[in-house]
């Protein structure tokens, strides 16, 4: 009885590991390449759609540095005029380096600063913006908060405008890859931005016009693929080397976004992994109409309807149609796209020629991807009382007719 007790536990925790292997095979969404990626965390994202087309561990909360100053920079081109005159305080000036050299002594105009900012990452720049912008530190981190949320960022707090490494009672400053890409998706839309983030040099001066600055760009990857777009390094000894970068080819734009992508002496790591992903994306995925132009319906049956030749108990029908669209989507050659109808089996009269009597519902893997309706394609009236009395009395003056004839 005991041994036949043990062998019946033996069999139900082989079957139980069995449903187990069965249960974690990967699904269609769940599979993909098998890149070799220095970054600890990253993402590749469809810039146009938001879709995540590779993550590694991409929505861990991590610091990420100066990439931070993407955030910084389209908050001041929204909320800010270009040409304003940015005043700087004994704060700013007091950021350590990489700095532009501020002093309490100084005004820029704001467009200047952000070149500062973007090109050559000067932090003491990144406050003199933000205090500008939001009247303090703490009120643009407010900001900046409020803009990742509207944006769609799940996982994400800022403290500081240029992304040094911080921490305070609610949190550390940080974000995730996902929602770092998703930030940038966001700021390549803008102009602005881009003309900001592409330039290669700026000089400028002081409003006073006694100091004069260079600023150079050091975004490499701009000169490394066809197509490089915008992007931004960044680097703290918490967050490691960090990077978000974009990139447009034909009717394509891809976001690469990389945290803790190696330490010192691996600062190239960043640009490999970049253009792996991106390499990635271009050969793997292309856009596709994946509309159902050629689809074909039964007619459906309509309850109460005016018969088509005056005759009672006809069945009447109507014919129906997708209505004429296009479905262009950015996938991979074996993914899958799947359809679900919705549609009536009978309808009841009257029916209007267009209106919709039901959709169908595009998925790519298990995400919502499109949503059309399905229209009538002729009109059916409702029999009532009154046709009924019409269809009696053009009986009977038949009838009357015939007999008169007769």
């Known amino acids: 009885m005991i041994k036949k007790k043990y062998v019946l536990i033996f069999l139900s925790v082989i ?17 993909q390449a098998n890149l070799n990626l220095y970054a600890k965390s990253a993402v590749l994202m469809d810039a146009d ?21 993407i955030l910084t920079c389209i908050l001041a081109i929204e909320n800010g005029n270009l040409d304003d005159e940015v005043k700087v305080s004994s704060y700013a000036a007091s950021m350590p380096k990489v700095r532009l ?29 933000a205090e500008h912008i939001g009247g303090s530190v703490e009120g643009f981190a407010d900001m900046m908060n409020r803009k990742a949320k509207e944006l769609g960022c799940t996982d994400s707090y800022f403290i500081t405008p ?34 900001i983030t592409r330039t290669p040099n700026h000089s400028f001066s002081n409003i006073a016009g006694t100091k004069n600055y260079s600023c150079s760009n050091h975004n490499a990857f701009l000169q490394m693929m066809e197509g490089a777009l915008s992007g931004k390094t960044g680097f703290t000894g918490n967050a490691g ?72 108990y006809q069945q009447v029908t109507v014919p129906i149609e997708l209505e004429e669209n296009t479905l262009r989507v950015l996938k991979r050659s074996d ?13 009841k009269a009257p029916v209007q020629a267009g209106e919709k009597i039901g959709s169908v519902t595009y998925y790519l893997d298990e ?13 059916v009236k409702k029999v009532d009382g ?20 007769e």
Not at 335 to 347: A, F, G, M, R, S
Not at 386 to 405: A, G, P, S, T
Request: net charge negative; glycine share 4%.
């Open 101 to 129: 050299g501020v002093t309490t002594e100084d005004t820029f105009y704001l467009k200047d600063l952000l070149f500062s900012l973007m090109l050559e990452s000067h932090n003491d720049s990144a406050v003199a913006i």
């Open 15 to 31: 079957l139980s590991l069995q449903m187990c292997n069965f249960l974690s095979v990967p699904t269609c969404a769940q599979e």
């Open 367 to 379: 995400k919502e991807i499109g949503k059309f309706a399905i229209r009538a394609k002729k009109t």
């Open 335 to 347: 993914e899958q796209i799947h359809t679900v109808y919705d549609i009536p089996k009978k309808l």
């Open 162 to 195: 240029n992304g040094l490494d911080a921490q305070n009672e609610n949190g550390i400053h940080g974000t995730t890859a996902a929602d770092l890409a998703r930030i940038m998706s966001y700021c390549i839309k803008d102009e602005k931005f881009l003309e």
């Open 49 to 69: 759609s938001g879709r995540i087309l590779y993550e590694k561990d991409g929505h861990t909360h991590m610091p990420n540095a100066s990439t931070t100053k």
């Open 386 to 405: 009154i046709w009924y009395i019409h269809y009696l009395l053009e009986r009977f003056w038949m009838v009357k007719k015939l007999c008169i004839n």
């Open 241 to 312: 080397y960090c990077y978000v970068g974009a990139l447009r080819r034909d009717d394509r734009t891809f976001i690469v976004s990389l945290l803790a992508c190696g330490w010192p002496n691996n600062k190239t790591y960043k640009w490999s992994d970049t253009k792996q992903l991106m390499n990635y994306a271009l050969e793997n995925y292309h856009y596709e109409d994946v509309f159902e132009r050629d689809k074909k319906f039964a007619e459906l049956v309509v309850q109460m309807a005016v018969p088509q030749n005056d005759e009672l």
